[in-house]
T-cell receptor, first 107, second 112 residues
Framework: KNEVEQSPQNLTAQEGEFITINCSYSVGISALHWLQQHPGGGIVSLFMLSSGKKKHGRLIATINIQEKHSSLHITASHPRDSAVYICAVIPNNDMRFGAGTRLTVKP | NAGVTQTPKFQVLKTGQSMTLQCAQDMNHEYMSWYRQDPGMGLRLIHYSVGAGITDQGEVPNGYNVSRSTTEDFPLRLLSAAPSQTSVYFC???????????FGPGTRLTVL
């Protein structure tokens, strides 16, 4: 079983919808990251969390350390949000990744 | 600042050939890592380094070598390429163990 599980694997939404992507992990961590990979292939860091909640624009990330669960929310989704969203955790010095959630937002 | 750079962007090799994927950073980050990304499997750690002169194996190190003689550079060597090494390779850096990670643009490698 993968140490980092994401759901759903694929998600299609209409523009304006509220999006939630979930991440569960099975190892002790020092931090959890949410990453975005656009169709061109580049990967950028959206959030790094060790507790609570963070907000950046229309994106909100939450983490529950006791339940080993994190969520990424996108409010008022837009076609430019279409990308693969990846959850990653840092147990020690390395980083372990979920398989990603492919989000498609239709106009 | 260039951030994290990788060369080449694309490479085609024949089975048995050797090559080096280059990764350089100008952010003075201690941590550098190499990952491979395969369809449906997510990113997997190949090797990482927590500072110059220090390297360690990740999840899938077989067939790859690394060295870290300077803070800036972290090359990944394929000694004898195999078709199973066809993948997209990403280099990444971060300042400390728990800080934000910065990714290079990736190298798409095909081994025939």
């Amino acid at each position: 079983k993968n140490e980092v599980e994401q759901s759903p694997q694929n998600l299609t939404a209409q523009e304006g919808e509220f999006i939630t992507i979930n991440c569960s992990y099975s190892v002790g961590i020092s931090a959890l990251h949410w990453l975005q990979q656009h169709p061109g292939g580049g990967i950028v860091s959206l959030f790094m969390l060790s507790s609570g909640k963070k907000k950046h624009g229309r994106l909100i990330a939450t983490i529950n350390i006791q339940e080993k669960h994190s969520s990424l929310h996108i409010t008022a989704s837009h076609p430019r949000d279409s990308a693969v969203y990846i959850c990653a955790v840092i147990p020690n010095n390395d980083m372990r990744f979920g398989a990603g959630t492919r989000l498609t937002v239709k106009p | 600042n260039a951030g994290v750079t990788q060369t080449p962007k694309f490479q085609v090799l024949k089975t048995g050939q050797s090559m080096t994927l280059q990764c350089a950073q100008d952010m003075n980050h201690e941590y550098m890592s190499w990952y491979r990304q395969d369809p449906g499997m997510g990113l997997r750690l190949i090797h990482y380094s927590v500072g110059a002169g220090i390297t360690d194996q990740g999840e899938v190190p077989n067939g790859y070598n690394v060295s870290r003689s300077t803070t800036e550079d972290f090359p990944l060597r394929l000694l004898s390429a195999a078709p199973s090494q066809t993948s997209v390779y990403f280099c990444a850096t971060r300042r400390t163990s728990g800080s934000e990670q910065f990714f290079g643009p990736g190298t798409r490698l095909t081994v025939l």
